[in-house]
């Protein structure tokens, strides 16, 4: 689903390097999911070929979720489900209705106000917010481009209403943003960023104290490299690696100042790390992962993402605080290359949300506890 890939980012594209042993390495045993409940999520509307369906993004406390749903048009569209069930769906003003446009809806704080971003007509994007009353207000970074698939991309809202994310200009360049709750908007742009195309800063978690997460790339010289940041609310940034390598990706974060993402090594495959307040990164995998992926954390620093196996299919998993870590796939995945279990969002219950692709590339939404 084109428009609903969560992180819009050069990160995909990017390599492990080796690891030091200054860092903590921990290649978790992961034990499949013992008990659970899962709650499948098919939005009325919802197209039932490959690549249509529903995809659930985020839950906040309250047990609210949010998330996508792509038509047999394949035209994309938000949706709320409330912790009784009810499902209410929308479309931001100015959303395009052509093939792969629409709305996304990536995000929600306890309040239940949600942020995304939309596609136009003329294929350029714009983010939004949508309030409990349910009024949309869409906005733009200033600088964003306007060409196709330029523009505006929100990732995070935290509880007092601030918004992060990244926009890309019209030279291609990445920058990231903080949106205040009265719709102020400043540039996030990390010291020594590049500033040629797919390069730049893009901010992904925003925490209630203000803080931000997300990840730069420097002017290449002939190396790519990438570190992961983090900013204060007061604007001071530290930028890190995990060591031993020059790609770090770091994506959320939560009210303790514990942040959590993946690196990359050439010989192992993307892995996930977890960075304390006060800088210590602890590194984890999943033994026949070739890729593993971090999309949540929750206050407690539970952590979830998926991984893609040795197969090419996918399956989820929680990690807890402690460091163990639980894999789990979702009845009805399909079991071929790019199918499988996809988990996005976790809340401070341990409550995941995603999607899982089956066996005919449909997407089905998902609620999981345990």
């Known amino acids: 689903m084109q428009l609903s890939q969560k992180f819009q980012s050069n990160a995909f594209r990017s390599i492990f390097s080796s690891l030091r042993l200054s860092f903590i390495l921990i290649f978790a045993v992961a034990v499949a999911a013992s008990?659970?409940?899962?709650t499948?999520?098919?939005?009325?509307?919802?197209?039932?070929?490959?690549?249509?369906g529903t995809l659930a993004y985020g839950i906040n406390t309250g047990g609210t979720v949010v998330g996508t749903w792509k038509d047999s048009s394949n035209v994309n569209h938000g949706f709320v489900q409330s912790a009784s069930g009810t499902i209410t769906t929308f479309d931001a003003p100015g959303a395009g209705t052509g093939t792969d446009q629409g709305t996304a809806a990536i995000g929600i704080?306890?309040?239940?106000?949600?942020?995304?971003?939309y596609k136009d007509s003329n294929n350029a994007f714009h983010g939004f917010e949508r309030n409990t009353a349910g009024k949309i207000a869409t906005f733009n970074a200033s600088g964003a481009g306007t060409g196709v698939d330029e523009g505006?991309?929100?990732?995070?809202?935290?509880?007092?209403?601030?918004?992060?994310?990244y926009y890309l200009d019209s030279s291609g360049v990445f920058h990231g943003?903080?949106?205040?709750?009265?719709?102020?908007?400043k540039a996030i742009n990390v010291p020594g960023a590049g500033t040629a195309a797919g390069e730049g800063t893009s901010a992904f978690g925003i925490n209630t104290s203000g803080e931000i997460v997300g990840f730069y790339k420097e002017p290449s010289g002939g190396t790519d490299i990438d570190s992961g940041f983090t900013r204060s609310a007061t604007g001071a940034i530290t930028t890190f690696n995990v060591s031993g390598t020059d790609k770090t990706f770091s994506v959320v974060l939560n009210d303790s100042g514990e942040t959590a993402g993946y690196y990359s090594s050439a010989s192992d495959g993307l892995e996930g790390f977890a960075r304390t307040s006060s800088g210590t990164i602890t590194t984890f995998g999943i033994s026949g992962s070739t890729d593993l992926y971090v999309?949540?954390?929750?206050?407690?620093?539970?952590?979830?993402?998926?991984?893609?196996?040795?197969?090419?299919?996918?399956?989820?998993?929680v990690r807890s605080s402690g460091g163990s870590i639980t894999r789990f796939s979702i009845s009805g995945s399909g079991t071929s290359s790019g199918e499988g279990t996809f988990a996005y969002g976790i809340n401070t219950a341990a409550t995941t949300v995603g999607a899982y692709s089956d066996s005919s590339g449909v997407f089905h939404g998902f609620i999981r506890t345990e």
């Open 35 to 38: 008990a659970q409940t899962v």
């Open 40 to 52: 499948i999520i098919n939005v009325s509307g919802a197209g039932t070929a490959a690549g249509q």
């Open 109 to 117: 704080n306890a309040s239940g106000s949600i942020i995304g971003f």
């Open 152 to 165: 505006t991309f929100p990732y995070a809202i935290n509880q007092g209403g601030a918004i992060t994310g």
């Open 177 to 185: 943003f903080e949106r205040s709750s009265t719709g102020a908007i």
């Open 295 to 317: 999309y949540g954390i929750n206050a407690g620093g539970a952590i979830t993402g998926y991984y893609q196996e040795s197969s090419g299919t996918y399956e989820a998993f």
